[in-house]
């Protein structure tokens, strides 16, 4: 006979969540991603950017991360969200 | 969560501040939404998170990821940053919950347009209350999933999360109330939950201390 669990306290409900493989239907073909050059957050999250909006890329086509420093990025940051209209969350 | 300016992107910076509630006491214990990378899955992941759980083996191999090997599949992805992998860990260094997400998803609720997707999502078999009789942790999950939505905000994603799992009452229970949409399940047989852009954002704003 199975033991029958007494619950006495509540514990974290998230389910195992993951499947072998992404299905292909909730995924979308984004060339630029596929790159081992950035390693700092700030460097992968730009280079992101610039990938998942290609408008945004040819505005900023001329982009040298690596020739940056990090004030430089932050800008080109402040840049790219305000083109693409990502605001402060207030 | 996380008590940071969101207007100059500090959050996006890790380690985060977050919260984790102890399910005994009921007290908040401040945690960090850290990287996860190859070497600490190996480390404090696999063997750290499936023993002395006071269960039998047969038992523990019921979960759905008792095989999964996470130092595998982030190490399979370390070249593409299309993949992105974090974990919560507690003050003692241990991990509460893991995540491997993709910023190449697809919206299932608005063709065309693009949004985060979590491939895995765990909490460590400690913090279940399914299979220990004393879990140490709850928030991890949902902390994970707000980082989720973050992350599709500030990558003008509009904070859109999809997610696919086995069907399964825990899966449906859980996600319809983290505010995700279920999409009717198709062929695959698996079921998907979309965080639209509007329940995204209020999650985000409930769950990050914004200055």
């Known amino acids: 006979m199975s033991k029958i669990r007494t619950k006495s306290r509540s514990g974290d409900p998230t389910p195992v969540t993951g499947v072998v493989a992404a299905p292909a239907r909730l995924l979308r073909p984004v060339p630029g991603l596929d790159v081992s050059a950035p390693t700092s957050q700030l460097d992968k999250h730009i280079t992101r950017l610039l990938a998942l909006h290609k408008n945004v890329s040819v505005k900023f086509r001329k982009v040298d991360l690596a020739a940056m420093d990090d004030t430089t990025k932050r800008a080109l940051l402040a840049s790219i969200n305000r083109v693409l209209g990502i605001e402060p969350l207030t | 969560m996380a008590e940071a300016t969101a207007d100059d992107f500090e959050l996006l910076e890790l380690p985060v501040r977050a919260w984790l509630t102890h399910c005994d006491s009921g007290k908040k214990h401040e945690a960090q939404i850290v990287e996860l990378t190859a070497k600490v899955a190996k480390t404090k992941m696999g063997a750290a998170w499936w023993s002395n759980l006071g ?21 399979k992805h370390r070249n593409s940053l299309a993949v992105e992998s974090v974990a919560v860990e507690s003050p003692n260094g241990d991990l509460q919950a893991a995540m491997i997400y993709r910023v190449d998803g697809q919206s299932t609720l608005e063709p065309g347009a693009g949004a985060v997707f979590i491939d895995r999502l765990a909490t460590a078999p400690r913090n279940r209350d399914w299979l220990v009789d004393s879990p140490a942790f709850r928030g991890g999950g949902t902390t994970l999933l707000s980082w989720a939505a973050y992350q599709s905000y500030a990558l003008g994603l509009a904070g859109r999360v999809v997610v696919a799992t086995l069907p399964s009452p825990r899966s449906i229970a859980f996600y319809k109330s983290a505010g995700f949409k279920a999409v009717k399940s198709e062929k695959d047989g698996m079921d998907v939950f979309e965080l639209e852009s509007a329940a995204a954002l209020n999650k985000i704003k409930q769950t990050l201390k914004v200055k």
């Open chain 2, 55 to 75: 269960v039998s083996k047969s038992v523990r191999e019921q979960e759905g990821d008792h095989h999964w090997d996470w130092a595998a599949e982030i190490g």
